[in-house]
């Protein structure tokens, strides 16, 4: 996440965020929930429509 959107707003969409496709969790929340983390940056290249390549 720090590449695609730099530090300080990397760590405020995770805590911040709510993505729909996370179950309207967090970054933050759906990892503590024990998602894996490639479904959730999956969920966050789809709600940010991030290039293939950063996939």
């Known amino acids: ?3 695609q959107f730099g530090e300080a707003y990397a760590h405020s969409l995770a805590k911040d965020y709510v993505i729909e ?9 759906a990892l503590a929930d ?6 959730v940056w ?3 290249c ?3 429509d991030l290039p293939a390549t950063a996939r």
């Open 1 to 3: 996440m720090y590449e």
């Open 21 to 29: 496709g996370l179950g309207s969790r967090t970054v933050d929340g």
């Open 34 to 39: 024990g998602i894996a983390a490639k479904e």
């Open 42 to 44: 999956r969920a966050v």
């Open 46 to 48: 789809d709600a940010f």
